[in-house]
């Protein structure tokens, strides 16, 4: 008779999550939405059902223009001072541990449904390192997402670095003494894990390192250099009194940019702010492209139009020039974005992230040209400019693609029933 383990395995990722279990060690992947077994981790805020919409049916009250507030990214906020503050959501304060917490329910409760079992334990992935040039942050972020899993009904949770859990998942493409490395390119961060194939030992782990940088950086970066600018990002502003001029202050753009802080500029401060700006450009038409973003929270329709402008920048097969389309802003307004262009937008980022692949290769004592097997997961293992520096970077290495999106819940459902072992 199948025995199906108690322990649910979560990939709770900052753009996609996942969950699964194993029935006789074999991976099964729950669908959390219809069809589907990835979700993507959003939530929209419904201020007229006052209600949480979760996954793709949050874009879509999103993208509908429904009255409310949407979220994306949260995982990014881990560690940070951010995850305590409150504030006042569908008539009460929540601050995002609560919020995070109610997305894992909801994953939870799917699971649940789905399987007719209820899950008291979870093997959660994990990030190599949530920050990776902050230690006490980094540290603070794995008590927080513990918090979280407790908030969200669950009585134990254990954590596994997500390429240790991509390497179990792809164990199958070594043969025995080959040495794989883990490319693991999230929405968030960049992991990889050194790994041998030890026959049927199974496989050794040498050693796993992260950085800090991943696909939400990548549209972060996209829309600083393409899309900001053209909402006064470096433009000049007139003093009140005299002749002289100063740059528009940055952080607006900055915070604009990033996924994760979107909802935090839609304040009547920050409105007040930019239509003192817009008073005193020197170029006032761009910063009342700003002044529409914020009046009318289009911060994360643009982010979305940055993030197709990119993946169409990233297909070869693309039918037409790529571009970001801010139509949504101003009737007519495009960005170019020729892969070229993205390419050199994206190089110093995927430099960085090659070096700390090579870098964990010589922390593990072994040479780059010792690599027998790259394997690329997760969303963002697929732009062109992180393949060409990885490639590089480990010249000798074949090349192997998992499953993108589900890699690492996968390898997570199989560890799960061996997690709670010893108790």
Request: net charge negative; charged share 20%.
């Given at each position: 008779?199948?025995?199906?383990?108690?322990?649910?395995?979560?990939?709770?990722?900052?753009?996609?999550?996942?969950?699964?279990?194993?029935?006789?060690?074999?991976?099964?992947?729950?669908?959390?939405?219809?069809?589907?077994?990835?979700?993507?981790?959003?939530?929209?805020?419904?201020?007229?059902?006052?209600?949480?919409?979760?996954?793709?049916?949050?874009?879509?009250?999103?993208?509908?223009?429904?009255?409310?507030?949407?979220?994306?990214?949260?995982?990014?906020?881990?560690?940070?001072?951010?995850?305590?503050?409150?504030?006042?959501?569908?008539?009460?304060?929540?601050?995002?541990?609560?919020?995070?917490?109610?997305?894992?329910?909801?994953?939870?409760?799917?699971?649940?449904?789905?399987?007719?079992?209820?899950?008291?334990?979870?093997?959660?992935?994990?990030?190599?390192?949530?920050?990776?040039?902050?230690?006490?942050?980094?540290?603070?972020?794995?008590?927080?997402?513990?918090?979280?899993?407790?908030q969200a009904g669950f009585k134990q949770v254990r954590f596994m670095p997500e390429p240790e859990a991509a390497a179990l998942?792809?164990?199958?493409?070594?043969?025995?003494?080959?040495?794989?490395?883990?490319?693991?390119?999230?929405?968030?961060?960049?992991?990889?894990?050194?790994?041998?194939?030890?026959?049927?030992?199974?496989?050794?782990?040498?050693?796993?390192?992260?950085?800090?940088?991943?696909?939400?950086?990548?549209?972060?970066?996209?829309?600083?250099?393409?899309?900001?600018?053209?909402?006064?990002?470096?433009?000049?502003?007139?003093?009140?009194?005299?002749?002289?001029?100063?740059?528009?202050?940055?952080?607006?753009?900055?915070?604009?940019?990033?996924?994760?802080?979107?909802?935090?500029?839609?304040?009547?401060?920050?409105?007040?702010?930019?239509?003192?700006?817009?008073?005193?450009?020197?170029?006032?038409?761009?910063?009342?492209?700003?002044?529409?973003?914020?009046?009318?929270?289009?911060?994360?329709?643009?982010?979305?139009?940055?993030?197709?402008?990119?993946?169409?920048?990233?297909?070869?097969?693309?039918?037409?020039?790529?571009?970001?389309?801010?139509?949504?802003?101003?009737?007519?307004?495009?960005?170019?974005?020729?892969?070229?262009?993205?390419?050199?937008?994206?190089?110093?980022?995927?430099?960085?992230?090659?070096?700390?692949?090579?870098?964990?290769?010589?922390?593990?004592?072994?040479?780059p040209d010792a690599v027998t097997k790259l394997i690329f997961v997760g969303g963002s293992s697929l732009m062109g400019v992180i393949d060409r520096a990885m490639r590089d970077a480990f010249p000798q290495a074949e090349l192997?693609?998992?499953?993108?999106?589900?890699?690492?819940?996968?390898?997570?459902?199989?560890?799960?029933?061996?997690?709670?072992?010893?108790?």
């Amino acid at each position: 008779m199948a025995t199906m383990s108690p322990t649910l395995g979560i990939d709770f990722g900052t753009s996609n999550s996942a969950v699964g279990y194993a029935v006789d060690g074999v991976p099964h992947l729950i669908n959390v939405e219809a069809g589907q077994n990835t979700l993507p981790t959003a939530l929209f805020f419904d201020n007229e059902e006052k209600r949480i919409i979760y996954g793709r049916g949050a874009q879509e009250a999103l993208i509908g223009g429904d009255d409310g507030r949407y979220m994306r990214a949260l995982k990014s906020l881990l560690g940070t001072p951010l995850m305590r503050e409150s504030r006042v959501l569908l008539g009460k304060r929540m601050d995002f541990i609560a919020i995070v917490a109610s997305f894992l329910a909801e994953l939870k409760t799917k699971a649940e449904r789905a399987t007719g079992q209820q899950f008291d334990r979870a093997l959660s992935g994990r990030p190599v390192m949530f920050h990776s040039a902050d230690p006490a942050r980094d540290a603070q972020a794995l008590v927080d997402l513990t918090e979280c899993y407790t908030q969200a009904g669950f009585k134990q949770v254990r954590f596994m670095p997500e390429p240790e859990a991509a390497a179990l998942a792809n164990r199958a493409v070594l043969e025995p003494g080959d040495l794989g490395l883990i490319v693991d390119i999230g929405g968030g961060t960049s992991d990889f894990t050194l790994f041998r194939q030890e026959g049927d030992a199974g496989i050794h782990i040498l050693a796993s390192k992260g950085v800090r940088i991943g696909g939400t950086d990548f549209d972060r970066e996209l829309s600083l250099q393409h899309v900001m600018p053209h909402l006064g990002m470096g433009s000049q502003i007139k003093h009140v009194f005299g002749d002289e001029t100063h740059a528009a202050p940055h952080a607006v753009f900055a915070d604009l940019a990033t996924w994760q802080k979107i909802p935090f500029l839609y304040t009547r401060e920050q409105r007040r702010a930019v239509e003192d700006l817009a008073k005193y450009a020197v170029e006032p038409k761009l910063l009342n492209r700003l002044q529409r973003v914020l009046e009318d929270e289009l911060g994360h329709d643009m982010a979305f139009a940055v993030e197709a402008g990119k993946i169409a920048a990233n297909d070869p097969d693309a039918s037409a020039p790529p571009q970001i389309d801010l139509k949504i802003v101003e009737r007519g307004l495009t960005v170019p974005l020729p892969p070229a262009m993205m390419a050199a937008s994206l190089a110093q980022m995927a430099t960085e992230i090659a070096q700390v692949a090579t870098d964990l290769t010589a922390q593990a004592e072994v040479k780059p040209d010792a690599v027998t097997k790259l394997i690329f997961v997760g969303g963002s293992s697929l732009m062109g400019v992180i393949d060409r520096a990885m490639r590089d970077a480990f010249p000798q290495a074949e090349l192997h693609r998992g499953a993108a999106m589900t890699a690492i819940v996968d390898g997570l459902a199989i560890a799960a029933p061996h997690a709670f072992a010893d108790g």
